[in-house]
């Protein structure tokens, strides 16, 4: 299955048994909500909801949200983190239960993508000093005849030290080679594909646990990860996700695996920020852009490689109608082009052109650049022997703006 594919039979699914798909899938938290600086799962804008307000869409539903997370920033390069990705989801907003979920989970997992039942193993939770094991979770497991390993801490799932929170049960797919062996816990040939949460409990500030107004089930899978498993990839960055990057990139910087991962992503990353309408800057949501594309202006600049300006526009559309951000679309919101062209969109009401968008980038390729300019001739006038100590390093940075991670890499 190819990400359209994959992404119309969830769709599909959820919608068939009764589910709406909200249409917001904005990186950008709801307004007022100061806790994240992006959005980083599935359920974050539907908190209110799950703590018991109505949604004007009804009490199920099912879609897909582009996520950010900066917690795995030093990881991108190997063959599994991503900075932005996507998040398939379904959610019962105080509607059916955890059995149901689950028999629906499997059957999708089954019947519409194709997986091998006795390639499948789940976890549940098994209990500890607060809550009881998860025993609906684990009886409809054993109904369906697949194998249960319970587990204490990793089966719970948080909103972070109080908020929604509850019992999670995670399904795997056996990815070796052979037969399946082991448990998730003992054998890395296991890989999580989705997670159900039991959304039953409010932990307060003390603590403690009190109920929720409403059990809801909140259910999460990585869209780039289950590209992986279907496709038979060793790589997110294999799948046809990254088809045309895979195809361009190495004839314009050719570098080695981990580098090379780095570069996509997080050029990808940043037009996706930049398409929901942030701009680089010093300081929250625009400091994490620039990071990201500083990141990649310094692994180039390094190797001594051309800078963005050769970047083709196809890979901006091609990003953009992907993550459904295209002013105007002329392909379906979840299509993904392969072809070695791609046509421009014009830009129109309530986007931003891939015109705009790279502007935006080479803009903050220019002041990068001057500033590496400006830092190379300051640090040339330094004392030999000078020790660029921490007091050394604040000083360049607040007098000069030079920021340390620059410091460092011009004194290389």
Known sequence: MDCRETVTTFLDFYREHGHEVPTD?????????DSVLFTTSGMHHLTPYLLGRPHPQGRRLGGVQRCLRTTDLEEIGDPTHLTVFEMLGSWSLGDYGPGQSLRWGHRLLTEGFGLRPERLHVTVFGGDEQVGPDLESLETWQDLGVPVEPLGADNWWSNGPTGPCGPDSEIFVWTGSDEPRGTPSTDPGWVEVWNHVMMRHDRLPDGSLVPLPQRCVDTGMGLERLLTVLQGKDS???????????RTVPGLWPLEPRRHRLVVDHLRSSMVVVGDGVRPSNTGRGYVLRRLLRRVLTVLWRGGLPPLDDLPLDLYVHTLDHFGQSPSRLQSQFQLQSQPQFQPQSQGSGGVSPEQVREVLLDEQRRFLELLERGRRLLSRRPRGEVLDDRTLRFLHETHGLPPELVEVLSI
């Open 25 to 33: 899938r904005t990186l950008l938290p709801p307004p007022g909500d």
């Open 236 to 246: 997110v960055y294999d799948t046809d996700v990254f088809e045309p990057w895979q």
